[in-house]
C-alpha cells in the first residue's frame, strides 16, 4: 500500500505542478484584451473562480503531502485525515468526469490517449484517496470493538 500512496502523491504533485506551470504560462504569454472587448466592470465570477482554483491546488498539496509523508499521516489527526481525503478523492471524481465529457463531446484524436492517461492517474489517486479514508473508519470500528 504503501507504493500506491506514492504514487498517488506523484499524481497530486504533478497535477498541482501542471495547475500552477499552466497559470504562469497563460499570464506570461496570453495578451489581455479584457478592458479592450469588454468595458463592463468585472464580475465577482473571476475572483470566485479563483478562489475555487487556490482552494483545490491547496487540498490536492495537503493531499500529495500527508500521502508521501508516512510521519506526518501517522501524526494527523484521524478526522483532518478524512477530510482532507475525502476532499481530495470529489476533486480527483470530478476531474475524471470532466475529462469523460471532453472525450464524449469531441472528436477522436491524439488528445484521447493523454485524456485515457488523465483518467487512470486521477482513477488512481482517487482509489488511494478513498481507500485511506475507509481504512481509517475501518481500523476505528476494529479498535471499538
Not at 504514487?7 to 500552477?20: D, E, H, M, R
Not at 465570477?45 to 498539496?61: K, R, S, T, W
Not at 484521524?78 to 469523460?100: D, H, N
Amino acid at each position: 500500500m504503501k507504493a500506491l500512496r506514492w504514487i498517488a502523491a506523484g499524481v497530486l504533485f504533478l497535477q498541482v505542478a501542471y495547475v500552477v506551470v499552466a497559470q504562469i504560462l497563460f499570464a506570461i504569454f496570453m495578451e489581455d484584451t479584457s478592458e479592450i472587448d469588454n468595458t463592463d466592470p468585472p464580475a465577482a465570477g473571476g475572483a470566485l473562480y479563483l478562489l475555487v482554483e487556490v482552494a483545490v491546488i491547496g487540498v490536492l498539496l495537503a493531499g500529495a503531502v500527508l500521502l508521501a509523508t508516512p510521519g506526518k499521516f501517522s501524526r494527523t489527526p484521524r478526522w483532518l485525515k478524512r477530510i482532507l481525503l475525502g476532499a481530495v478523492s470529489v476533486v480527483e471524481f470530478v476531474i475524471i468526469a470532466a475529462v469523460l465529457r471532453n472525450i464524449i463531446t469531441n472528436s477522436f484524436g491524439p488528445d484521447e490517449f493523454l485524456n485515457v492517461a488523465m483518467i487512470i492517474l486521477s482513477g488512481a489517486a482517487a482509489f488511494v484517496a478513498a481507500t485511506e479514508v475507509f481504512r481509517g473508519s475501518a481500523e476505528a470500528v476494529r479498535s471499538e470493538a
